[in-house]
């Protein structure tokens, strides 16, 4: 089936086993839940992104988690990794952790006294093309860098107990 196709994509794509594919399910389909993505939909966009997404250091988990709350945020994905691109390789440059750089960023982008400031500090960060977009989601609440990228470690077992739940209310 299609949704197989996809699964075994997006296992290949983050050198998952097949072994664990009951953890890959659990992850999709807990994210699917939470941000109202569908399963299908958010196993593209990870396979789709895999390698920017370990190149940043996430795991199949959290990337999962991590794109599931960018399109529950209604942020354009396509423009947020784009710059996501362009900020992990300023922050390898700069020898910081991504998530340390993004963290300074949605403090400093908050914190902001004016839509220009915060525009200018994103566009630096995330490039030209993506800066202006992401700096207006992070102003507006619609992107919050510091809970976009948690681990999904509490995704185990999602598809066992939503199945237990619907067999058994």
Do not use: H
């Not at 525009?119 to 992401?134: C, D, V, Y």
């Amino acid at each position: 089936s299609d949704s197989v196709d996809r699964t075994q994509k997006l296992m290949a794509a983050f050198g998952i086993e097949t072994k664990d594919a009951g953890k890959v399910l659990d992850t999709l389909n807990r994210t699917a839940q939470k941000s109202g993505i569908s399963v299908d939909k958010l196993s593209d966009l990870m396979t789709a992104n895999a390698a920017s997404l370990q190149e940043m250091g996430m795991s199949a988990a959290d990337a999962a988690e991590f794109l599931g709350g960018v399109e529950k945020s209604g942020a354009d994905v396509t423009v947020v990794m784009r710059g996501l691109q362009n900020a992990n390789k300023k922050a390898a440059k700069e020898g910081k952790p991504m998530n340390q750089a993004l963290q300074e960023l949605q403090d400093s982008l908050t914190g902001a006294t004016d839509e220009t400031t915060a525009s200018q500090m994103a566009i630096e960060l995330f490039g030209t093309k993506a800066g202006a977009a992401i700096a207006q989601y992070v102003r507006n609440g619609q992107l919050d860098f510091s809970t976009l990228a948690q681990s999904a470690q509490d995704s185990a077992g999602s598809v066992s107990s939503t199945y237990d739940e619907i067999v058994d209310p």
